[in-house]
């Protein structure tokens, strides 16, 4: 069983919870200071920083604005194209967000492999292609390390590392540290709690998020996009899902992570739809009180 009291104090959030995410075209965003105040009243200590804009992108405007609220930086969700020969403009972007993160006082460069800037239909890497994203992503940490950050490698649906099998391929090729994500890898056919008992030493940051599996299928299958699949109910709070959460994290305790637990249920919010007004707090109220009566 984890230490709740422990749990407590590495418990952040993430925007898109409250439908601020990366992803071009996703949603309506929320308005940061109520999303800020929303995370602050339920106890978390932390936030990522969400998509570009979201929040200052000044480190001291943005330690300022997070200071308010009692809440610091953990890091951020960094997508990036790494399977070319080249790096290319991803190396610009990887100095902005690690500049950007370290000068906030945030530790975790999440990085996420795109197809494209635009979040292009992903393609099956051949050999050239792992061996460009290996030596590509060796450079990103470097990058991040120059700065003191840990590269953590995220499992995302609609990226390169996707299914059981990327994510297999990935752990094989690719010597990076890693961050679970209960949700994002039932969602690509993975077991989040195997993950964690087979991998537990590599991962250094951890997304909790729960997943209706029968939704999850449709994903899987092609039938639903992952937008349209969340807006129907994909993520539900921890402790309703199929993902394992509670177990995934007796696994994580078991191979002495204590990192950050950053809580995550994705949310697409349409113009007009009635959860702008009514807002993911009740879920991510319910999500905490599930980790904190694991005590």
């Known amino acids: 069983m984890v230490n709740t009291a422990a749990v407590s104090e590495r418990l952040a959030g993430a925007p898109i919870s409250w439908g601020a995410c990366e992803v071009p075209g996703w949603g309506v965003m929320p308005d940061p200071e109520r999303v800020l105040a929303e995370m602050a009243s339920v106890g978390l200590r932390g936030t990522e920083l969400g998509p570009p804009g979201f929040f ?10 997070l200071g308010r609220h009692d809440l610091q930086l953990v890091g951020a969700f960094v997508p990036l194209v790494l399977h070319h020969p080249s790096l290319g403009d991803a190396a610009r972007l990887a100095r902005e967000a690690s500049t950007l993160l370290a000068g906030a006082g945030a530790r975790m460069f999440v990085l996420s492999i795109v197809e494209d800037e635009g979040w292009g239909e992903p393609t099956d890497l051949d050999d050239d292609g792992w061996r460009n994203l290996v030596a590509n992503v060796k450079a990103v940490e470097a990058i991040a390390a120059g700065d003191g ?5 995220h499992p995302h649906v609609g990226t390169l590392v996707e299914t059981d099998e990327q994510v297999r391929l990935a752990l094989e090729r690719v010597d990076v540290g890693w961050c679970l994500d209960t949700g994002h890898l039932l969602i690509g056919g993975a077991d989040p709690v195997a993950f964690v008992r087979d991998h537990g030493d590599r991962i250094v940051h951890a997304h909790l998020k729960d ?39 007796d696994e994580l305790a078991r191979h002495g992570y204590d990192g950050w637990l950053v809580l995550e249920q994705d949310t697409a919010i349409s113009e007009g739809d009635p959860e702008a007004e009514r807002g993911p707090l009740a879920d991510v109220t319910e999500s905490v009180a599930f980790l904190e009566s694991r005590g």
């Open 211 to 249: 997943v209706d599996t029968t939704i999850a299928a449709r994903v899987r299958s092609g039938e639903l996009s992952f937008q349209a699949a969340t807006k129907l109910g994909l993520f539900v709070p921890l402790g309703r899902g199929d993902a394992g959460v509670a177990a995934a994290m």
């Open 56 to 65: 200052p992108a000044d480190p001291g405007a943005l330690r300022e604005t």
């Open 149 to 153: 950050l840990t590269v953590a490698l």
